[in-house]
């Protein structure tokens, strides 16, 4: 069983930037596909990033392209969202999961971690 922990969340400025980590245990990471997913207040649980299992291929959503940079790390069982330019309109707690197949919707992850919560203020 993969067990899934996001860091790096915080309180930031409009403009300021993060970066978020995901540590895997448990599995063999080097051969899971990863995403970012984000849920704000209210709102469904929409997807941000995705990453296949040799970095590769890799997805963004319409609304962070530019912004936000996915990556991997397999020697260290970790996956990466750089997050620049950070709006208001970001604020969410942010999930990494994984999946044995490569999907850019929330459907289909087998593997989610607790999430850590971003907070961009205007």
């Known amino acids: 069983q993969v067990q899934l922990v996001e860091s790096g969340g915080g309180l930031v400025q409009a403009g300021g930037s993060l970066r978020l980590s995901c540590a895997a245990s448990?599995?063999?990471?080097?051969?899971?596909?990863m995403g970012w997913f984000r849920q704000a207040p209210g709102k469904d649980r929409e997807f941000v990033a995705a990453?296949?299992?040799?970095?590769?291929?890799?997805n963004y959503a319409d609304s962070v392209k530019g912004r936000f940079t996915i990556s991997r790390d397999n020697a260290k069982n970790t996956v990466y969202l750089q997050m620049n330019s950070l709006k208001p309109d970001d604020t969410a707690v942010y999930h990494c999961?994984?999946?044995?197949?490569?999907?850019?919707?929330?459907?289909?992850?087998?593997?989610w971690g607790q999430g850590t919560q971003v907070t961009v203020s205007s």
């Open positions: 999961a994984g999946s044995s197949t490569y999907y850019t919707i929330v459907v289909g992850y087998d593997y």
């Open positions: 448990g599995g063999t990471f080097s051969t899971l596909n």
């Open positions: 990453i296949n299992w040799s970095g590769g291929r890799i």
